[in-house]
């Protein structure tokens, strides 16, 4: 089985894949995929840069490029984090047993997180943050990002406004339902 994950900035889709990575699964993040790229060329690993490269790599080697890197790579139960433009959730969805998460989470308690991780080229102001989601929910072209388009598409949507052991039984209940589903 396949678990896709989506959701906006600092929703909570790598505490998610976490979560999944204690029950078995193996985790495969898009974003890191896009990481390892940005970093191989020496660029700076600023969500900016990781936009422009994404969408780079999707105009030159086509719309699920990222999703195509990651199948790759599959083996047994796996979670596949940070979906982020329909073509890739094309190809993922080529497998039967693939399921979709949408994480979400109120944008000031998203904020706080994000400040908190203290992730490298992270935005540093909400509003920079509130920017470039803006950005990533409608891009300019079809092979750009478009998550709220993959987003709608989403078999299962995680509110994570509340607390970890919140998050978790949120996850535990998905996953019940899914499992019942295969």
Known sequence: MIIGITGSLAAGKDTVAQILEENGFRHISLSQI??????????????????????????????GFLAKRALENVKGDTVISSIRQPGELVQLRKNKHFFLINVDADPRIR????????????????????????????????KDMQLDVVASKADYIINNDGSLSDLQRNVDKVIKKIKKRV
């Open 111 to 142: 904020w706080q997180r994000l400040k908190n991780r203290k992730r490298p080229g992270d935005p540093t102001t909400m509003e920079e943050m509130i920017k470039i989601e803006k950005k990533q929910m409608k891009a300019g072209g079809s």
């Open 34 to 63: 896009l990481r390892d790229v940005v970093a191989s060329k020496g660029g700076e690993l600023t969500t900016e840069n990781l936009t422009k490269e994404g969408n780079l790599l999707r105009h030159k080697m086509g719309d």
